[in-house]
Structures are given as structure tokens and as C-alpha cells.
């Protein structure tokens, strides 16, 4: 794929300066019958392609998300049933996306070098009865703005239906009036064919109720997910009709005030206006139809301004709920309803935040924050077929990664979260999600990718330990629970980044070995025995087996992670419940303590606890959120749902997990070996767990018999070990 990239203005669009989005056309001839024709694109930051006026764009928000300084992603079209013998129309329209993110002030990503105008590389090419065609972006094609005056993928739209130009991407269009392309700056990353699954639109919502809130009407479609809405309307010429997405009904009003941005010294208070916002200008012709192209976002409601009573009917707004087509390979189910409901918020959380790759939360942030998924890799490889889709992201992570082997806290990034928003928590995604495909899938080639970034960033950890050996350098249990500061959590910095860099040693190593890098699997080896022994030594009283910070996390993370000997375990477990006991049978973790608490709790046979502290009926148990109305997870655990932050977010759900590995009994030890240990909590008649494995399906359920005893039943392909 080539590198020369056009655009259609040196101007871009800012948060004060708006810029429409460009349109792009070249109109070509072919004198012969094709009998094979293809079109590579490279959009920076968006595109979509048309081919003879049909929209032929693979998915719904093309190419992948990633910094152009590292990476390109061009994504290749047949497009042989479409051409003509005669005339044919290439259109193009180009979005801002991550090339000039604007609304991403609070990341720094309006500071990008790369930062500019739309532009496009592409690569036409035909195998023809009179022999090859092709050609590539330059100035033979033309440009115009588009009726899109605003698009920031965080931000939103603007559009003004009276500039549409009809018939701009089919044969017999007049460009005289259009200007021709300028040549762009050549992006430094290299170009790459994009793998990852694309967004798509996975259902289409309707609105369960409508009400109105001033001169304002509330759509809410009774789910807290992710997309955008069509909009269909019969409107007055150069009426304006306003919708603001929002997860929340605060007070009885709509309020999206815990999803904008702040931040000192940087002036953001154009995001009040431009939050999640499209702004549609009707031409008043009829049926009016209008999808938002560049954007998407994480809503529950709409509020739509500048409509009539007559025009606020259900057939006004249609929710596209969209994600990337990553296939469900896992599943639970049991007798309790309000434990299914449970794991639905866990999957729509996940599939809520996966577009391209996990996302913290698809509206506020949309960024790939690495310890959300490093925390939420176990359950993702359980569920689903993420395989290519964290390839291609942990291509992204190594093209991140610095001089010295550090990490920053999101990926892509324009070079924001190295200095703070990472750690070893946050950066043992590069370790968690090569093992988890591993450990799932057999797969080693994952681990030959990035064992030498792994490597790098373990001689890089090293060099950041305090003088007792441990390490503290990073965040920590994020945003433990009934705490309205996110940092103000229990467990040391100095244990949770200490054992996190002894885990990922340790996996490390065991990645190694299995593809016979010898030398490096002792280096990985050797770090995690001394880690671990340094923990031991310096943070965990043998005595008594209580690790300093004397709180949940601190009790239940040494014992999820191995740090404690066999014989130690039970002693620190029942100090583990002590601490909960203390806490009246409720959690006060952050979200590592979460992603061990009911695992630990289990093993040692405490598994009616955990399911307690799961289903009670007050704050803080997961119940307590369903029951106050969440569809989706909260970002922190607070009572008032006002507090919470983001009302969507993955990483709190390792709950989920816990319901398929011991309610229902399914866990999977590797790509052909599975464990069958379910325990039978009283409140439950029956559970059932599945997932895919790569020989095929497995499925474990439990269902009690007339006498109330539970039976077993295991489906699994012939060659697929059980153990118990």
C-alpha cells in the first residue's frame, strides 16, 4: 500500500474554528469488461468509501483507531461487480477520527504532531479484458466540503441537510466547481492491512418510554449501551433539531454532567455545548433520514431539542447498538433471574466498550486503557473470540512502547500516560493478554510477537525498585468502593505493583518456555521468585499472615497470586474474612481486590460469602445496582448513582467469571483441558456455562434432581480432558 496521502484543505476543524468534513470524487473510465478489480484505503482519521454511489464501507467507523505515527491501517475492497464498462465514480468522505481529536484535550491529543486536516492514501487496481488498470490518491481527484460542519468522535455532529449534494458519488455529476486535492503530509507509522473485526451495528433499539422536560423530549430506550441513533423526521426547511446522548436522569431531569470533561488549565467548556451532541439542519424535503458517520456514543437517553409534540413519536430516533464483531464463544445461565440479569450488565459493559479494542467507557473517554483490560482479560478470552481484535491491539501497545521499556496507561496515545495512568497493573496487558491466547487458544505465535517487548519491559521494571526491593511506581486498586476519590484506595501501592510484576514474571516465563526461549524464561523466572519472596519478606506479617494495609485487597490479592505457601493460605483466608466480617459481609475493594475476592473466597470454601456479598440487597453489593436501575457497570461504587462517574464500565465485572468457574462449575485449564468443580448455593435450582473451545463447544450444568440433588451433566468433544 502506498503512502501518498491527499486531502482537501490545509484548514482543520477545532473546537472554536469548525471545518466541514471533505468530500472526495474522481470519476475514471474503463474501456473493457473486469474480471478482477480491488480498492485499498487508508482514511486518516475516518473514511467512507463509495464505489458508483453504493456505500461500501466494512463496518460502521473505518479504518482501526490508532496513532499515525505508529501505525496505518488500510483495509482493501473487491469491488469487481461494481465497476462499469464506461464511466465510474470513486467518493470519498473523510471524518476527523484520531488524527485530529480534538475533544481528546484531556489526553493531550490536540497536541499531536501528526494533527491536521482529513486525508486519504488509496490504491486502485483492475485486471481488465485489455489488460491492468490501476491508479492511486493524488490531485486528479476533487474536493468540496460536506453538508458535515462539525465531527469529533467524542464530541459529535453537525450536520445541515440544505448542503447535501445529490448524486456527488455517481457517474454524471458536475465537479466543475470543485477544487482540485492538495498533497498531505506522509504519516510516519507504517501501513498495515487491518485484521481486527470491524464495528458493526449488532441490534436496533426502540424506545420504551417518552416524556417531556421543558421544551425538550427524553428518549430512553431502557439500556445503557453504545452506538449512535437514526434519525427519521419530516421537518420544516432550516429547522434544527438538537440531540444530547446521556446516561443518566438526575432529579428528574436529564443530566449528562458525569460523563464531560475536567481538567485544570485547559479551558474545556465548549464541551458543554458539544458533549455527545449531534445537530441536524433539516432541508425540509420530505422524509428526512440521518445517521450520524464519524462519532459514537454511550447513552441511555436522548434528549431531543427543537422538535414538536407531533414530531416526538417513537419512529423519530431508532438506537444502533453497535460493536466490533467479535463472536460470543461463552455463555451462563442459571434458576436466579436477578444472577442472569447480573451477567448481562457484565456483557453489555464488555461488548459496550470493545470497538476495536476494550475501551474504558464509550462515552467520556473511548480509550484504550490498559489495566481496564489487563483486569477484564480472563472473562474477555471466556466470552469472546477477541483473538485477532487484541493482535492487533497489542501491535499498537509494542509500536507504544518508549525508549526504555515503559508503557503508557492508554493505547493509542499521542504520548499522554507515561507519567502518570500506568503501572504494573496497567502494563501487564502486555503479559495478560498474550497468556490469555495462550492458555485459551494454544496459540504461541502471540507470544513470539511480543516476548521481546515483554522482555524490555522487565529489565525496564527492575530499574524501578525502591531500595526494600519492592515496587511502587504506578497506580493502584483503582477506585475501591464507597470512595469518592478513585485513588484513595487500602492496599499499598507497593503491594499491588510488587505483585503484579511478580505474576507477570511469572507468566512470562511460563510464555517462554513454552516456545523454548530458554535463557529469557530464567531471566522471567528469576524476577518472579524474588518478587515474590520480597513481598513475603517485606509486606506480610508470617505471623500473623496479615499483609500490610489490613484491608480486604490487601488480603485477597497475595492469595489469588500465589504469594502465600500452601500451608499459609487458610490462615490468611479466614484473616481475609475477618476483614469482610468487619465490613458487615460486604466488599470494600478496588478493582484488583474485585478481579480476586470471590475467586479466594471460594477456594477456601467460603463461596455462600461471596454469593452473600454479591446479591445483597444494600450497598454495596452488584444486586444493589441492578436493583437501583444500572443496565450497564458503574465506573465507582458509590450509593448515589450521581457519584458513580461513568455508568459503563468492564472492569468492576469479574463477577461474571466467578459465575461461570463456580456457580456453574466450568473452568478452562488450558485449550483442550477444562475443570468441572461446581459449587451449589443454596438459592440456585440449577446452572449451566459454556464456551468454545478450539476442538469445539464444552458445556457444564448442574440441576437438582426431585430430592434436591444436584447432577452434573458435561458436553464436550471427544479428546477434551476433564478433570475435577
Known sequence: MNKNFIKATENYCDANEHVPAPLLRKSFNINAPVGKASVSICGLGFYVLFINGKNITKGQIAPYVSNPDHLCYYDTYDVTQLLNVGENVIGIMLGNGFLNSFGGAIWDFEKADFRGAPRVAL?????????????????SFKAHPSPILFDDLRLGETYDANLKLNGWNTVGFDDSAWTPALTAETPRGDMKSCEAEPIVIIKELKPVSITKEDDAYIYDFGINTAGVCRLSINAEKNQRITM?????????KFNNDRIRFFRKNIDCSYYDNYNQTVRYIASGEGTEVYTPYFSYYGFRYVKVEGITEEQATEDL?????????????????????TVNKLFDMAVNADRSNFFYFPTDCPHREKNGWTGDAAMSADRMALLYGVDTSWRVWLDNIRKAQNDRGELPGIVP??????????????????????YMLYKFRNDTDVIRENAHAMMRYLAYVMTRRSEDGTVAIGLGDWVPVGKLHASHYDAPLALTDSVMVMDIAKK?????????????AEYANGIAKEMRETVRRELIDLNTMTVKGNCQSSQCIPLYYGVFNEDEEKAACDRLVEFIHEKGDAYDCGFIGLHCIFHVLSKFGYTDLAYKMIM???FPSYKYFLDIGETAMVEMMLPNPYDCASHNHHFLCDYARWFMTTLAGLTVVDSNTIKVSPVFVDDLDYASAWHELPTGKVTVSWKRDENGTPQVTVDAPDGVKIIK
Open 317 to 337: 430516533l431508532t438506537y444502533l447498538v453497535m460493536s466490533s464483531d467479535i463472536k460470543t464463544i461463552g455463555g451462563f445461565e442459571c434458576s436466579n433471574e
Open 616 to 618: 445483597g440487597d444494600e
Open 508 to 520: 512470562a516465563g511460563e510464555m517462554f518456555t513454552a516456545i523454548g526461549y530458554t535463557h529469557d
Open 413 to 434: 496515545t499521542t504520548g499522554w500516560g507515561f507519567k502518570w495512568g500506568n503501572g504494573p497493573t496497567w502494563d501487564s496487558v502486555l503479559f495478560n493478554l498474550p
Open 123 to 139: 490504491e486502485f487496481k483492475a485486471e481488465t479484458a485489455n489488460g491492468e488498470f490501476s491508479f492511486i490518491a493524488d490531485e
Open 244 to 252: 444530547w446522548h446521556g446516561e443518566l436522569i438526575h432529579e428528574g
